[in-house]
């Protein structure tokens, strides 16, 4: 940052599967992200390829990927505990159930609501289906 380069990060959705490990993962990925204070962060959902690991481990039942609403909440954790002004949020990516993108903190009640809006109607409608999610 001092060398005026521009830091980004990436974070991935999912990636701790299910429940409290979730949760905990939002909140981490929160804290360095405040911590870092990187100018962009983007975020992506695991999404297992056939012929990895994790896509096997899914398979056999060792790890059970969260379903689409509980990666908004994760996002919407993430959106919670992120401090820090002009960060540069972009969740578009094609392997995101829900595309949203802004600045945090600026747009971050936006962001919620647009997160909070799917996530408490179980809008399936509003989600992009599984055939039009690609990584």
Do not use: C, W
């Not at 997160?115 to 409608?125: A, I, P, T």
């Amino acid at each position: 940052m001092n060398a005026d380069i521009n830091l980004s990060s990436i974070v991935l959705l999912g990636i701790a599967g299910k429940g409290e490990r979730a949760r905990e993962y939002a909140i981490a990925t929160a804290e360095i992200t405040n911590k870092m204070k990187p100018r962009y962060l983007a975020a992506l959902t695991t999404t297992p390829v056939p012929g990895t690991v994790l896509y096997h481990k899914v398979q056999k039942g060792e790890f059970e990927l969260p379903d689409p609403f509980d990666t908004l909440k994760e996002m919407k954790l993430m959106f919670e505990h992120i401090t820090m002004d002009n960060l540069k949020f972009v969740g578009v990516h094609a392997s995101n159930y829900l595309p949203v993108i802004g600045t945090l903190q600026k747009d971050k009640a936006k962001m919620l609501e647009a997160v909070n809006e799917v996530f408490e109607k179980r809008d399936h409608k509003a989600l992009r289906s599984e055939q039009m999610r690609g990584f």
